[in-house]
């Protein structure tokens, strides 16, 4: 099967004639745009089309070309949907062990059952946990208002499976297995999308599939799983409408007598691109984003800057002699209406519950504050859009303040290195108890670790370097979109290294390090028209980095489900010094 390596779309700019300094970086493999690299079509690189088998796999496998054609089709989503399919086997079995509040658990499954029935977060005793789970039935869910850190949208997913399942460990983490599934399916259909190959957006989903720190999350109920879904759905709906505009610009595009499309400056500079759905759908999904964790707001500047970008480059690809002017005249503005105030609306409507009663926590602050002082400058606003403000200020307050030492915090340097992953759940079982060896010389272990696969992110320390090369010497948008998530995700959090943080966080990213990865294999598969000796070389190599990675995934999974294993194999998967 042949794969669309990353050499197979270039960069798309019109010609220019190379300058000094572009000379200069030819050496490091830079390639202006000049008229060889041009040679594909305009429509090509406007549209580029999706890549199919070659003709030889199918008439080795003795498949006509009907058939061929027919199974190509639907392996654009049964492939994906496959893939999807073992990501949820393996995220929904045994969901509901441990039988325990893990880590964070603590907050967020109390907090979205007492959302979920009531509107708002409520203040939980203390030593409620082990009630809820020997007795969920008959815990009353406190009408006190509790002080909580963190908007609502990811405890009302979390909340919508306790009130299917219950207020059980099966229940709570229901919707986060669900969409750490659903995210799996939608990377492999990003993937497609990106690298126009089934094969590199499945193989991008599987790479996902077997992420330890993302299957983890999956099966723990925590806010950075739902954050790193609404991270990926806006993502990938911003790569549909950059196809959706694209494909208008090709088709408002005169063509010649040979029914070649050709570049035209009016055409470029002054087409509007209509209605796009899609990019007010990705300002929906970033303000769900917004509405899980705030670092969501990092993610929407950084996408709204790209997209312009994206609409920058698909107008100088057509011709526009002024492409700046153009996207400022008619882009720029259809682009912030698409997404900040959308986004800022979907935010506000996640608060609903919190609005509409007169119990959660600073909810009555404005009215407090009118009896005090008449209502002061800010009067004339609604009452709970005053409460609100004044309760996210003190939530900022909190966030920029925490310090507290905590022992599995980590500098967001280490993360992608996995220096220091965080340990959910721990505990020592003695001989012949919790499927402890009633013959082994020492007690068991039986953890869950928030470790992602180790292969897969040192992989990975190579990929983001070789897709900033491509992004930087080849011009390629789709390096570009990868290094640019992954820094909307990672790069904030060194803005906060005094604060506490933890290396899960990285999850929001995880995807985009697979896409990576992906692309970094896509290039050692080779380029289309590669000699059969460099593509055998290639397939070899690339097939045992994969099969690494699987075995890597296979050989901790004790540690992501919470196995009970002797001590001695505990120890063996102590890598490193700082995982214990």
């Not at 995210?183 to 193989?203: A, D, E, N, P, Y």
């Not at 209509?274 to 670092?295: D, E, F, H, I, Q």
């Not at 980590?410 to 003695?430: H, K, M, T």
């Amino acid at each position: 099967m042949t794969s669309t390596a990353p050499e197979a779309l270039e960069g798309q700019h019109t010609v220019a004639e190379p300058s000094s300094w572009q000379q200069r970086l030819r050496r490091f493999g830079y390639r202006p745009a000049t008229t060889s690299s041009l040679s594909i079509g305009l429509r090509e690189r406007l549209v580029p089309p999706y890549t199919r088998p070659s003709p030889r796999l199918w008439s080795l496998l003795g498949v006509s070309p009907a058939v061929a054609d027919r199974l190509w089709r639907l392996a654009s989503w049964g492939g994906p949907l496959l893939v999807a399919l073992v990501a949820g086997a393996l995220r929904f079995w045994n969901l509901g062990k441990p039988h325990a509040v893990i880590f964070d658990e603590t907050y967020y499954a109390k907090d979205s059952w007492a959302l979920i029935n009531q509107g708002y977060e409520g203040a939980w005793p203390k030593d409620i946990d082990k009630t809820i789970l020997t007795a969920p039935d008959t815990v009353l869910v406190p009408t006190d208002p509790g002080y909580v850190v963190h908007p609502p949208v990811g405890k009302w997913v979390i909340g919508i499976g306790e009130k299917i399942f219950g207020f059980e460990p099966f229940g709570w983490r229901f919707m986060v297995a669900l969409l750490g599934t659903l995210s799996v399916l939608m990377l492999c259909r990003i993937g497609r999308r990106l690298f126009r190959s089934t094969f590199l957006g499945c193989l991008a989903g599987a790479l996902l599939t077997v992420d330890g720190l993302h299957f983890v999350m999956s099966r723990t109920a925590l806010l950075d799983q739902v954050l790193m879904f609404f991270v990926l759905a806006a993502f990938g709906c911003l790569v549909v409408d950059r196809d959706k505009a694209r494909a208008r610009l090709a088709a408002a595009l005169p063509e010649d007598d040979e029914g070649v499309l050709r570049p035209d400056a009016s055409v470029a500079e002054t087409l509007r691109l209509g209605w796009r759905p899609w990019r007010l759908a990705a300002g929906v999904m970033l303000g769900l984003a917004a509405g899980t964790k705030w670092n969501g707001l990092y993610v929407m500047a950084a996408f709204g800057l790209m997209a312009v970008l994206w609409d920058l480059g698909a107008r100088r690809t057509a011709g526009a002699f002024r492409p700046y002017a153009a996207v400022a005249r008619r882009d720029l503005v259809p682009a912030f209406v698409s997404v900040v105030p959308v986004a800022i609306a979907t935010y506000l409507a996640t608060w609903t519950g919190w609005i509409a009663t007169d119990k959660g926590y600073f909810r009555n602050w404005a009215a407090e504050q009118d009896k005090l002082n008449g209502g002061g400058t800010w009067g004339w606003l609604p009452d709970w859009l005053r409460s609100l403000w004044h309760y996210e200020t003190e939530v900022y307050k909190f966030h920029v303040g925490l310090s507290t030492p905590h022992t599995y915090e980590s500098n967001p340097w280490s993360w992608i290195v996995l220096g220091r992953p965080v340990s959910y759940f721990y505990e020592s079982p003695a001989p012949g108890t919790a499927g402890c060896p009633a013959n082994a010389a020492e007690k068991c272990a039986q953890e869950v670790l928030a470790l992602g696969t180790p292969l897969l992110w040192w992989a990975a320390c190579f990929a983001i370097l070789y897709v900033l090369w491509r992004w930087f010497f080849r011009r390629d948008w789709r390096a570009g979109a990868i290094a640019c998530a992954i820094a909307a995700g990672w790069a904030p959090w060194f803005l906060y290294q005094n604060r506490t943080i933890f290396l899960f966080y990285a999850v929001v990213f995880v995807p985009f390090l697979c896409l990576a990865v992906t692309m970094m294999i896509g290039a050692i598969l080779g380029p289309p028209g590669s000699s059969e000796r460099r593509r055998t070389f290639g397939a070899v190599g690339a097939g045992v980095l994969v099969l690494l990675i699987v075995w890597n995934f296979i050989y901790f999974w004790p540690l992501y489900t919470g196995q009970t294993i002797p001590m001695d194999q505990w120890r063996n998967r102590m890598w490193l010094d700082t995982w214990v």
